[in-house]
């Protein structure tokens, strides 16, 4: 009898082993095992892509220096004798203007100075402003440039302040500048006259009207298409050679953008690059028009050499 009870009981003890082991297999142990397996991958996979990353990060770095070696070479002197002035849009990054800047003086331009735009020149909700602006503006203008929208009277008005001299240009200069509603940032224009023009634009998109609270800089307006497309409009009147600097990663991107409207402003995207200052530079020795990158709409990857 004891012996029978012995082998009921270690019958049942068996039993509840094996069911204890099914519910631990598929159970926690099952994800402990798991676990371990899935860090083994992840760490493997980790691995892998770091050693990818350092690849990719070493060709980039070979590429840069071939670029600024190359930049070395086909730059010196091919902007002597020019003075090249800056105009930097809201948000538009002060470093890379800083760059560009760099790369003209090595290929030989004098840089008069950096033209700081306000948010009142592209914000939508100063659209009646600058209407009611452009009407007086407009009568210290050449006179062939004292028609048309108020964004393209306005756009005139800075490229005159900028290019020119004389009584009425100074007057345009007060008036851009004015400390009530500033048009441009008063102590940021450049005081000797350019020959060639560098608009400078952000390196991400502005946010659409109304929107601005969602943008990823938080504090950077929505900006009017048509006050952007007239300053290019503006610029590409400039027969002496003027070129737009920016992103066109996105549709919404400025360079982008522009290149969507058709404008005949030359564009150079990879902002802030070694390659998007060589083209810059270049486009403004050679006069150059097109749309030079990588970017969206970029029909040259390299503006010419001549």
């Given at each position: 009898m004891v012996n029978l009870r012995y082998h009921i009981v270690s019958l049942v003890a068996v039993f509840l082993a094996l069911a204890l082991g099914v519910v631990l297999g598929a159970g926690p142990l099952q994800r402990q095992i798991n676990?371990?397996?899935?860090?083994?991958?992840?760490?493997?996979?980790?691995?892998?892509?770091?050693?990818?990353?350092?690849?990719?990060?070493?060709?980039?770095?070979?590429?840069?220096?071939?670029?600024?070696?190359?930049?070395?070479?086909?730059?010196?002197?091919?902007?002597?004798?020019?003075?090249?002035?800056l105009i930097l849009l809201p948000g538009a990054n002060a470093e890379v203007a800083e760059s560009v800047q760099a790369t003209l003086r090595e290929a030989g331009a004098t840089v008069t100075g950096a033209a700081q735009l306000t948010d009142n020149w592209v914000s939508p909700g100063q659209r009646e402003y600058r209407d009611t602006l452009a009407n007086p503006v407009s009568s210290h203008l050449a006179a062939s440039n004292q028609s048309g929208a108020a964004d393209s009277i306005l756009a005139q008005a800075l490229v005159e302040a900028l290019t020119g001299t004389g009584?009425?240009?100074?007057?345009?200069?007060?008036?851009?500048?004015?400390?009530?509603?500033?048009?441009?940032?008063?102590?940021?224009?450049?005081?000797?006259?350019?020959?060639?023009?560098?608009?400078?634009?952000?390196?991400?998109?502005?946010p659409k009207a109304g929107q601005e609270e969602?943008?990823?800089?938080?504090?950077?307006?929505?900006?009017?298409?048509?006050?952007?497309?007239?300053?290019?409009?503006?610029?590409?009147?400039?027969?002496?050679?003027?070129?737009?600097y920016g992103a066109a990663v996105t549709d919404d991107d400025?360079?982008?953008?522009l290149r969507g409207q058709g404008t005949s402003l030359a564009t150079v995207d990879q902002i802030g690059t070694p390659m998007g200052n060589?083209?810059?530079?270049?486009?403004?020795?050679?006069?150059?028009?097109?749309?030079?990158?990588?970017?969206?709409?970029?029909?040259?990857?390299?503006?010419?050499?001549k």
């Amino acid at each position: 009898m004891v012996n029978l009870r012995y082998h009921i009981v270690s019958l049942v003890a068996v039993f509840l082993a094996l069911a204890l082991g099914v519910v631990l297999g598929a159970g926690p142990l099952q994800r402990q095992i798991n676990a371990a397996s899935e860090g083994t991958n992840l760490a493997e996979k980790s691995s892998q892509l770091e050693s990818q990353l350092a690849t990719v990060q070493a060709e980039a770095d070979q590429y840069a220096t071939f670029v600024t070696d190359t930049a070395e070479q086909v730059l010196p002197g091919s902007l002597a004798d020019r003075k090249v002035a800056l105009i930097l849009l809201p948000g538009a990054n002060a470093e890379v203007a800083e760059s560009v800047q760099a790369t003209l003086r090595e290929a030989g331009a004098t840089v008069t100075g950096a033209a700081q735009l306000t948010d009142n020149w592209v914000s939508p909700g100063q659209r009646e402003y600058r209407d009611t602006l452009a009407n007086p503006v407009s009568s210290h203008l050449a006179a062939s440039n004292q028609s048309g929208a108020a964004d393209s009277i306005l756009a005139q008005a800075l490229v005159e302040a900028l290019t020119g001299t004389g009584a009425e240009v100074d007057l345009l200069r007060e008036i851009l500048t004015d400390v009530d509603t500033p048009l441009v940032v008063a102590n940021s224009m450049p005081e000797a006259p350019a020959d060639q023009l560098v608009l400078i634009t952000p390196s991400t998109p502005y946010p659409k009207a109304g929107q601005e609270e969602d943008s990823q800089s938080g504090s950077q307006p929505a900006a009017s298409e048509q006050a952007l497309t007239a300053l290019a409009g503006a610029l590409a009147d400039r027969t002496e050679g003027a070129v737009a600097y920016g992103a066109a990663v996105t549709d919404d991107d400025v360079i982008a953008l522009l290149r969507g409207q058709g404008t005949s402003l030359a564009t150079v995207d990879q902002i802030g690059t070694p390659m998007g200052n060589l083209n810059v530079a270049l486009v403004l020795a050679n006069q150059s028009r097109g749309a030079f990158g990588q970017g969206i709409g970029a029909t040259t990857a390299v503006a010419p050499l001549k």
